[in-house]
């Protein structure tokens, strides 16, 4: 089993910034990627990025320019740097873990417990 475990929410103003971190523990298989996703109030969970571990990465347009992801798929670590805050980035933040056997035969995937990212003056 994997365990995934965030660190770095809080509160901030609009237009800072914070960093989220987060660290996975035990395997699963073959790494594929990990991921923040967020859960704002009322609408569902939406990813906000995604790192692979051949290198791909993906942002949500509502974050491109302002958030980055980073991380180290061997250390099975990723960061989220989070720039120019604005009240829309709200929400809990998720990192997410997905694994596959290596050979697209199944895929299973691993959340953490989340962290509350708030933007308010």
């Known amino acids: 089993q994997v365990q995934l475990v965030e660190s770095g929410g809080g509160s901030a103003q609009p237009g800072g910034s914070l960093k989220l971190s987060c660290v996975a523990s035990?395997?699963?298989?073959?790494?594929?990627?990990m991921a923040w996703y967020r859960h704002p109030p009322g609408p569902q969970r939406e990813m906000v990025a995604f790192?692979?571990?051949?290198?791909?990465?993906w942002y949500n347009d509502s974050v491109k320019g302002r958030f980055t992801i980073s991380g180290d798929n061997a250390k099975k670590r990723i960061y989220l740097q989070m720039n120019s805050l604005k009240p829309d980035d709200t929400a809990v933040y998720y990192c997410?873990?997905?694994?596959?056997?290596?050979?697209?035969?199944?895929?299973?995937?691993?959340w953490g417990q989340g962290t509350q990212v708030t933007v308010s003056s």
């Open positions: 997410h873990s997905r694994w596959s056997d290596g050979g697209g035969v199944w895929r299973t995937e691993f």
């Open positions: 790192i692979s571990t051949d290198d791909r990465i």
């Open positions: 035990g395997s699963a298989g073959t790494l594929e990627r």
